[in-house]
């Protein structure tokens, strides 16, 4: 089956640092990743979208300075949490789509806290 | 805007019944996902229903799509406590063909009780 690693798996960050998080599919090329995020007790929200070699396009509110996406292979995409605050804490979780799928398939997601 | 609404947000049951979470959307998409949840964890694909009348069933989950009523079902059929789970219901944000990002329902925390 499609497998989607992410790591790290947690993180704990002091506020004003960044974080980077990498989204790796690991047994098929990935043209597409997103990137999503999960507030405690809350649903998951898309923040954006990586197609390979093309720059991210990022859901309204989202801040593109802040979360910096790069999707240079077809099989890694990082998220990196620039200047992160404690409000930035949260489940980050990616997802990868092959050509040949009919599903993107999740990665375990990154809990990060930001002190 | 996209609304998916699933119902109900929370649900304690006994084990050995039945009962059925539903999920509503508003956009004429021929695509849904559901998905289950445990705590600290990421999602884990349940169903991926393709088109309209769809129904698909695995062990004591069956789900169900009807796109002219922009609905679909995820049937419990006997229940036990190993389902206890959050369980979200999904659709393609924009275009569909699976290509796009998701919009996720705010989920279905359910209970399952000896």
């Known amino acids: 089956g499609a497998v989607v690693s992410q790591h790290p798996s947690r993180v704990i960050c002091k506020s004003g640092t960044s974080v980077k998080i990498e989204c790796r599919s690991l047994d098929f090329q990935a043209t597409t990743m997103f990137w999503y995020r999960q507030f405690p007790k809350q649903s998951l929200m898309l923040m954006a979208t990586s197609n390979e070699g093309s720059k991210a396009t990022y859901e309204q509110g989202v801040e593109k300075d802040k979360f910096l996406i790069n999707h240079a292979s077809l099989t890694l995409s990082t998220l990196t949490v620039t200047s992160a605050h404690p409000e930035d804490s949260s489940f980050y979780i990616c997802?990868?789509?092959?050509?040949?799928?009919?599903?993107?398939?999740f990665g375990q997601g990154t809990r990060l806290t930001v002190v | 805007e996209l609304k998916v609404e699933q119902n109900p947000l929370f649900l304690s049951m006994q084990e050995g019944k039945n009962y059925t979470i539903y999920c509503n959307y508003s956009t004429t998409s021929d695509r849904l996902y559901w998905y289950r949840q445990d705590p600290g964890k990421s999602l884990e694909s349940l169903f991926v229903?393709?088109?309209?009348?769809a129904v698909k069933q695995e062990g004591r989950l069956m789900a169900s799509l009807d796109t002219k009523a922009r609905l679909s079902t995820l049937h419990i059929t006997a229940a036990v406590h190993d389902l206890s789970a959050t369980y979200f219901c999904?659709?393609?944000?924009?275009?569909?063909?699976?290509?796009?990002?998701?919009?996720f329902g705010k989920g279905t925390h359910l209970i399952i009780q000896p």
């Open positions: 997802s990868a789509l092959g050509v040949m799928n009919t599903e993107a398939f």
């Open positions: 999904a659709v393609d944000m924009y275009s569909g063909g699976g290509a796009d990002g998701l919009t």
């Open positions: 229903l393709l088109s309209n009348g």
